[in-house]
């Protein structure tokens, strides 16, 4: 297995919205994906970006094509006591493909842009159940923050 980490092109955007499907299984919230393909890529690859991301994927070899096993998407976001930082929102490897060292290699490739990008660090969320990707982020030394609680609202766009 050769894997490969690059960064998402807009052609890839389908599979990566069938990861975040996966995703939102193993987290038991399958209802929860509403972005359109169209905003999804748009928001990615539109004049104005607000998401990037790497992509793992397995090259093309004879009449296979290449296959995307993982992704690892970001944006920046602002802390005023830290200024601009990483936000890792999600970081996935399809279920057939963990466990073969493709999550070390997409969040190093994080890690690597934000050391480029000269930001204040990475943070994300995950969820207090998921031993498995708790596991694999102690390795890096994570700090799990417990004293804050998620907030959100919706917002109703009329689309």
Not at 50 to 69: C, L, M, R, T
Not at 121 to 138: C, H, M, T
Request: glycine content about 8%; aromatic content about 14%.
């Amino acid at each position: 297995m050769s894997i490969t980490i690059r960064p998402a092109i807009r052609e890839d955007c389908p599979r990566l919205l069938e990861l975040i499907r996966e995703l939102a299984v193993y987290e038991k919230a399958p209802d929860e994906v509403t972005v359109t393909p169209g905003h999804f890529a748009a928001s990615g690859f539109g004049p104005s970006p607000v998401w990037w991301a790497f992509v793992a994927a397995e090259p093309a070899s004879g009449d296979q094509p290449e296959f995307i096993a993982g992704f690892a998407l970001y944006y920046i976001r602002y802390s005023t006591w830290k200024g601009q930082r990483m936000y890792l929102e999600d970081i996935i490897v399809t279920e057939s493909m963990r466990g073969k060292g493709i999550g070390h290699l997409l969040f190093e490739a994080l890690i690597t842009e934000a050391k480029e990008k000269k930001l204040a660090g990475i943070s994300w969320q995950v969820l207090d159940w998921n031993e498995p990707a708790i596991r694999f982020y102690k390795k890096y030394q994570a700090r799990f923050e417990g004293e804050w609680v998620n907030c959100s609202i919706g917002i109703d766009t009329g689309s």
